[in-house]
């Protein structure tokens, strides 16, 4: 039997991620209604004022994706992980680093891609100007593959440890860091007046640098973890 | 006769290196004393005070030995963790281990004492600049990787597991270092150049013997406690149940 071809392993891994991911819609959803609770829980917590909303705004965005992506990251290697999956995924003739690419691609979709399209309606509680809030999609359709991508390589070191979702949050958020900054320094540069093609033009260079990157670490650090 | 070579990798094992460095510790110990006595004695009674800052500037004595250990224990961790991962070799490993919780510890000092010149020198104890920002990432990446090694019971998955992480974290460490050049902020820009150093010259030998000795400090403290890791990890081997019986 002829073994598949580079892109239709790709393809099949991921439309299975897909499919998975559709099976347990209520996983995903988890990850979008956190992100939408921890965003309203600033302004009840800071106070309505219009103007103090407006400079927190980009920051709360941000972390609240940040802290929703890291929530959901134990999902792109841990179901294939207990049963046997993973293992037989490293196995086969076609490079690890396609696989760990479709899986990635498949978590953004289903993880992240929600966030990106609920922040607008989001950054409305904040009165965000109509340009703020066009930035913030940007900012975040660039900045949150760099999440997953990033994400990736802590998931894979914490397979099956005891207390992996804490210990992922602490590898992953000081990697974060930088595309945090950039992220929100997008935004404030259009409440601020400032220009903000740079800050998009340096996420769109982490993003470049993660797609590269990534993934190779990733297949190292599974390779590693599931010996 | 022919001339003896000196067979370095025999010193790989752990069975060898551990005496070796049980006999250079003592030598680096007094080393390390020397130069903190020397260099304490200039940095308080040599240097003479700085025209702006007054006394409190000699707190740079100790800051930046200590933040130049933080940034250069974490390339010689990765290093030693790559080739323990690369190679094989678990005695590289272990030395990654050993110099995480020191170089930690050197960071943090950094940190707090940066933060206490802060306050004389520039009115506040924290700014949120670029160098200061990527040494706290640096703080994390040492916690990270020390917490990631605590939490993975096998030991040569651990390793491996570090090895990725410290790799993955080195490019923090050219951004602490040309951070000050790429931004403008508050922090100064670099004292050292090829040519020429803006500072007195006995405040120059202070914090340069000072270096001198958190490094050797470094050594004997690596060196000691990868002896113990050796003895935990290799406990069930030959060579030290045979010692103890």
Redesign the interface.
């Known amino acids: 039997m002829r073994a598949p071809s580079l892109q239709s392993m790709f393809g099949w891994v991921l439309w299975r991620d897909l499919i998975l991911a559709w099976r347990h819609r209520a996983d995903v959803l988890a990850t979008l209604f956190f992100f939408v609770i921890v965003t309203s829980l600033f302004p009840l917590g800071i106070g309505p004022e219009p103007q103090t909303l407006q400079t927190i705004a980009p920051g709360i965005v941000w972390v609240a994706a940040l802290l929703a992506s890291m929530l959901s990251l134990g999902r792109i290697f841990g179901n294939d992980y207990q049963d046997g999956t993973l293992e037989q995924l490293l196995l086969t003739r076609q490079p690890a680093y396609l696989v760990v690419l479709a899986k990635i691609l498949a978590h953004w979709l289903v993880s992240e891609v929600p966030l990106v399209l609920m922040a607008p309606v989001l950054g409305l509680q904040f009165g965000l100007s109509q340009n703020s809030l066009l930035i913030v999609v940007v900012s975040l359709l660039l900045g949150t593959p760099v999440l997953s991508l990033i994400g990736s390589i802590g998931a894979a070191l914490t397979l099956g440890l005891r207390a992996a979702n804490v210990l992922v949050a602490l590898l992953v958020l000081p990697l974060y860091i930088p595309v945090l900054i950039f992220g929100t320094g997008a935004i404030q540069s259009t409440v601020n007046g400032t220009a903000t093609q740079p800050w998009l033009l340096l996420l769109g260079a982490t993003l470049i640098l993660a797609f590269v990157f990534a993934p190779w670490a990733t297949s190292a650090a599974l390779k590693i973890s599931v010996e | 006769m022919s001339k003896r070579r000196i067979n370095w990798y025999k010193y790989a094992a752990p069975a060898n290196f551990y005496p070796l460095a049980g006999k250079t510790i003592p030598f680096f110990t007094v080393v390390t004393a020397l130069l903190f006595v020397v260099g304490l004695y200039i940095g308080f009674f040599v240097a003479p005070t700085d025209f702006q800052q007054g006394e409190s500037y000699r707190i740079i004595f100790i800051h930046v030995p200590a933040a130049w250990m933080g940034m250069f224990l974490y390339v010689l961790m990765a290093v030693y963790a790559g080739i323990g991962w690369a190679f094989n070799a678990r005695l590289a490993s272990m030395m990654a281990t050993a110099i995480s919780t020191t170089g930690a510890i050197f960071t943090f000092i950094s940190l707090v004492t940066g933060s206490l010149w802060g306050r004389p020198a520039w009115g506040v104890y924290w700014v949120w600049d670029a160098r200061m920002?990527s040494t706290l990432?640096l703080m994390?990446?040492y916690?990270?990787f020390i917490?990631?090694q605590a939490?993975?019971d096998d030991p040569r998955?651990a390793d491996?597991?570090g090895a990725?992480?410290a790799?993955?974290?080195l490019i923090?460490v050219p951004i602490i270092y040309f951070s000050v050049q790429w931004w403008n902020t508050l922090h100064q820009g670099a004292t050292f150049t090829a040519r020429s150093f803006k500072m007195a010259p006995s405040m120059l030998w202070a914090m340069l013997i000072l270096m001198g000795a958190c490094w050797m400090y470094s050594i004997a403290v690596v060196l000691v406690r990868v002896r113990c890791i050796i003895r935990e990890r290799e406990r069930e081997a030959p060579w030290l149940t045979e010692a103890m019986a």
Do not use: D, E, K, M
């Open positions: 920002t990432i994390f990446l916690i990270g917490s990631l939490s993975i998955r491996r597991a990725v992480l790799l993955v974290g923090n």
